[in-house]
């Protein structure tokens, strides 16, 4: 509830505010943004005449293009001294005992009941966090709070409460982060089932939002390895949700909610045995898109059918599509100390700051072929948490190079909040207009389709390829398989899972590089379309042009809609929609808005 997430990767959510630097193709600037395919040699037809008209450069051009500095010599600074503070935080509270922070958890849970049972709704409008909208590390606007709200605070909800290695169980508050709970997990060869890359994402943005990560093609998204959700009602009612007591359907309902049906304040999540080392395989694969989709395909889901096998299908699974061409696809395996140490093996610290940004160590296999590294299990798990997936070269154009890896590297990844909190509405603006930030949610067997229509329309590489289990549950939820798919015996499906893939689609756009015309809003427009046609999903984190009733055609609104009802969300907490609507919100238009949801139903899809 208090945090939008994201990416999960989900990327997503880092990204919005990590591109605060460089479309340099606008006025002249690094050679590799201006290729109509980034990180290759261009070719002859791009060079040619453009297939648009060129775009008149401003002066926000000119921000865009020199903001690398402020980045460097403000925002990175300030950043590491952010990210020491955080981590000497994380330390104190480890010190605690378990039964100390039980102690301030109950003590901060009851401070959040005081503060909404002191609430008149007539006179303090809706309820929200106390976070500013520029710490909030989604993509999408928060302009919500800037319309008259009642603000509670949660920022004290950031505690490890329990490890239960018995019942295999972190308990955690949800503004605990992914790099903090593996500093504590790994080292006892413990880890959550599906640990999101970036090491800001939060518990409650992953959960409230979306999360993904290589291991979701067994668990599924992150909330689907929630084993038990502890919510502060609109009513101040403390209760805990599991999927077989009587709040099932609130346990159910809250996934993809975006805080909107009670304020989340402790999660109890699965946790796997692992060991000390990932043994990566890299496999490039050459030819068209629908040819690469199949090798990504093949890469972990058997043909036979035998999607259960442990033996046929690896730990962990990551594709990158660098061109409409080639890309490269990665399956890794829990490995111990003692196989990654054997002679002959080589071993990649990809977690040191020197070190080549990953994205860019995967694409040499392109080049030299398959081969076979092992990469300390933290250390992969945070892999793209440097460069951000590879927004760091739009970041700072000069950011891969050797000398400022070596110089400069320890201190990245900017801090988001610092990038938002120095963006203005005119940088924010440009992005949305001149940069895709988005992930596409679609079933297995249509990610050629997938890949073919981003070329078509966006031209945009690399893409990040993600397969997720999407679990046929016992009640319709807002995201769900297609109806029938078990019948289909599709390859990646099973009888209780269809497999869906996260096409991540951030950087540029190829017209953008070439400095042509590039409509942002309207490529997003159709990119929805094209998921609700073909049954597919948009997380919440980005910016979206949806309308309501496009909403509800691409989500379910019964389940929400009966919760938020049956415990009292309507009138005190934004609804979904207009929480992730596009643009800025006044307090007339949340009041009008939320007036409309407490006298008639949600817009029905056709």
Not at 50 to 64: A, N, T
Not at 491 to 512: H, I, K, L, R, S
Not at 544 to 561: P, T, V
Request: net charge positive.
């Amino acid at each position: 509830m208090l945090l939008n997430t994201v990416k999960r990767s989900s990327l997503s959510i880092y990204l919005y505010a990590t591109l605060p630097s460089v479309i340099l193709s606008f006025v002249g600037g690094s050679s590799v943004l201006k290729r109509k395919r980034p990180f290759f040699t261009p070719t002859m037809s791009d060079l040619q005449a453009p297939l648009r008209p060129k775009r008149k450069k401003g002066v926000v051009d000119f921000l865009v293009q020199f903001r690398w500095i402020l980045v460097i010599f403000i925002v990175l600074p300030f950043s590491a001294l952010y990210y020491f503070l955080i981590y000497v935080g994380d330390v104190r509270s480890e010190m605690k005992s378990y039964k100390q922070r039980q102690k301030e958890h109950d003590e901060n849970v009851k401070k959040v009941v005081k503060r909404l049972k002191q609430r008149n709704p007539k006179k303090d409008g809706l309820v929200c966090t106390a976070r500013k909208p520029w710490v909030a590390v989604g993509m999408r606007n928060v302009d919500y709070k800037r319309a008259r709200h009642y603000e509670v605070d949660l920022s004290a909800f950031r505690n490890i409460l329990e490890i239960d290695k018995e019942r295999m169980i972190a308990r955690v508050e949800p503004l605990v982060n992914m790099g903090q709970i593996t500093r504590t997990t790994v080292p006892m060869n413990l880890s959550l089932a599906v640990v999101a890359e970036l090491d800001d994402l939060t518990v409650g943005g992953l959960i409230n939002g979306y999360g993904i990560e290589g291991s979701s093609h067994i668990y599924g998204l992150f909330s689907d390895t929630v084993v038990a959700y502890e919510i502060v009602l609109a009513d101040g009612r403390v209760v805990r949700a599991t999927k077989d007591n009587e709040y099932s359907d609130l346990f159910y309902a809250i996934p993809w909610s975006q805080g909107t049906l009670g304020f989340l304040v402790a999660a109890e999540i699965k946790l796997i045995p692992i060991k000390e080392y990932m043994r990566l395989t890299y496999t490039p694969v050459v030819g068209n898109l629908k040819e690469l989709a199949q090798g990504y395909m093949d890469s972990f889901a058997p043909r036979d059918g035998d999607q259960d096998n442990p033996a046929k299908v690896p730990d962990f699974v990551e594709g990158m599509v660098y061109s409409p061409t080639e890309g490269v696809f990665m399956t890794g395996r829990y490995a111990s100390k003692e196989e990654a140490k054997k002679k002959g093996n080589k071993i990649n610290n990809v977690g040191w700051w020197f070190k080549p940004w990953f994205y860019q160590h995967a694409q040499t296999a392109i080049k030299k072929g398959e081969f076979v590294e092992y990469i300390p299990t933290r250390e992969y798990y945070h892999r793209h948490t440097r460069c951000l997936y590879w927004e760091g070269k739009l970041i700072l154009p000069f950011g891969d190079q050797f000398w400022f890896r070596f110089l400069l590297g320890w201190l990245m990844p900017p801090k988001v909040s610092l990038l938002k909190a120095t963006q203005g509405e005119a940088i924010r603006n440009y992005y949305h207009e001149n940069h895709v930030i988005q992930d596409m949610l679609v079933p297995l067997y249509k990610v050629g389709d997938a890949l073919e229509w981003v070329d078509r329309e966006m031209e945009i590489y690399p893409l990040w390829l993600c397969p997720h289990r999407l679990f046929k549950l016992p009640v319709k939820t807002m995201v769900y398989p297609e109806p029938g798919f078990e019948h289909h015996h599709r390859q990646g499906d099973t009888e209780y899972a269809q497999m869906f893939t996260d096409v991540g689609v951030y950087y540029a756009p190829g017209p953008v590089l070439r400095g042509e015309v590039f409509d942002g809003a309207e490529a997003v427009r159709k990119m929805e379309k094209w998921l609700i046609e073909n049954h597919s999903f948009q997380p919440q984190y980005a910016v979206s042009e949806l309308n309501e009733k496009d909403f509800w055609k691409m989500f379910d609104a019964d389940l929400y809609e009966h919760v938020r009802r049956k415990y009292g969300a309507v009138g005190t907490f934004m609804s979904v929609y207009y929480k992730s609507k596009k643009g800025r919100k006044t307090e007339k238009e949340v009041q009008e808005a939320e007036q409309a949801h407490l006298e008639t139903a949600y817009a029905e899809a056709d």
